[in-house]
């Protein structure tokens, strides 16, 4: 749990049971990211209908009714402008034994340091459960892996996905209220030159340079043009064989997840950090 002390920064009062939006940042598109919700007001929100990538709306006047869901989890509650909503929306979190903390600055603070924001109208209507429901062909090989990551680690960390046999996704789709990607024509799926994950990273509102390093990356290897990326044979590698390892697809992607997890760290954090093997050789 986070310790609730106060101190002055630039004539603000802050408290340990914040959290800054660099350092959010740095943690959202990562398998320790906290659940994010947003309890601006409806009113607010219609102003500008974006979500911080991850972010979930709940309202703060039922937070009793939704703690409970929360348990065991971390998490940054965001409010307007980071103050009343959402330190009382926390406070009641963390009265349900739940470690959250408030995003300084709330959702305008976030929006004027002109970080990435999600178009709620691109998120898919949720199910009952407050899951996106999606559906694509079985047997995922690079793009229906790299699409589920994006989802999770940036849309909806709940979405559940439905691997069908292709000549069943549409009707799939419908009888169950699921999105179908990376078919034919349908909204997510390839566009031109692009991949579904391409259009997914655009669409979302994500093209930051990490995203769009690790969208070459995918394109490259998905669409047969490793010449693209030098990283894309590598991916198409390592795809190819987590398809022979596993027959079953959410197994395949449960593992996949970990593979996109450290290549964007590599596009986020390490594509100028080479290895080499020391040798303590004496040279002549």
């Not at 995003?103 to 999600?118: I, S």
């Not at 069943?168 to 419908?174: D, L, R, S, Y």
């Not at 490793?226 to 596993?246: C, D, I, V």
Request: proline share 6%.
């Amino acid at each position: 749990m986070p310790k609730n002390r106060v101190l002055t920064h630039q004539g603000r009062s802050m408290s340990y049971t914040s959290i800054s939006s660099d350092k959010l940042l740095r943690l959202i598109g990562t398998a320790s990211a906290p659940a994010l919700v947003d309890v601006r007001l409806d009113e607010d929100f219609a102003a500008d209908p974006r979500l911080i990538p991850g972010a979930a709306r709940r309202s703060h006047r039922e937070v009793q009714d939704w703690a409970s869901q929360m348990s065991g989890k971390s998490v940054v509650v965001i409010c307007q402008k980071g103050q009343k909503l959402s330190e009382g929306t926390a406070a009641w979190l963390r009265c349900a034994n739940v470690a959250a903390e408030v995003l300084e600055g709330g959702h305008l603070g976030w929006t004027q340091a002109e970080l990435p924001t999600v178009p709620a109208a691109r998120i898919p209507e949720r199910d009952r459960h407050g899951r996106t429901v999606w559906v694509t062909r079985s047997r995922p090989k690079i793009d229906r892996i790299a699409c589920p990551w994006l989802i999770r680690r940036f849309v909806d960390p709940a979405a559940v996905f439905l691997f069908v046999a292709p000549s069943e996704v549409e009707a799939v789709a419908e009888r169950f209220a699921a999105v179908p990607f990376d078919i034919e024509n349908v909204f997510w799926s390839h566009r031109g030159e692009l991949c579904t994950f391409d259009v997914m990273v655009k669409e979302f509102g994500l093209s930051t340079p990490a995203l769009e390093r690790l969208a070459t990356m995918v394109r490259a290897a998905d669409t047969a043009r490793l010449e693209l990326s030098p990283e894309a044979p590598g991916l198409l590698a390592a795809s190819l064989g987590l398809s022979r390892m596993f027959d079953d697809d959410l197994e395949q992607l449960n593992a996949g997840l970990l593979l996109y997890d450290a290549f964007y760290r590599w596009c986020r954090d390490a594509t100028k950090q080479t290895h080499n093997w020391p040798t303590s050789k004496v040279k002549p």
